[in-house]
């Protein structure tokens, strides 16, 4: 009986660790640590990039997959304006500021 209370408990662990991961958002935030500027990149921020109205942000490169692929999963059915944006975050050079990458 103690067996198939602990399976039963473990099970039920493993269910709402589950349930509960795939509502969790990642926070953009996360993504914005750093040690040095080359860590730091630049990235579309929003929906829209700098080649179609949009603006610029930097996050630590090793987060590009993830960052790219919530954005995508978030814009879809968005549509951008078919203009060059003049936003200075579109040219400004990622840098690491006080551990955190910025344009």
Do not use: Q, W
Request: proline letters at 4%.
């Amino acid at each position: 009986m103690k067996k198939e209370f602990k399976f039963c408990f473990i099970v039920s662990v493993i269910f709402v660790i589950i349930a509960v991961s795939g509502c969790i958002k990642f926070n953009k935030a996360d993504f914005k640590g750093c040690t040095s500027d080359s860590d730091c990149i630049s990235v579309p921020d929003g929906c829209c990039t700098c080649s179609n109205g949009g603006r610029a942000t930097s996050i630590n490169k090793i987060h590009e997959k993830e960052y790219i692929a919530s954005r995508h999963a978030d814009c879809l059915g968005i549509m951008c304006p078919m203009v060059i944006s003049d936003d200075p975050t579109c040219f400004a050079t990622p840098k690491c500021v006080e551990n955190i990458c910025t344009v």
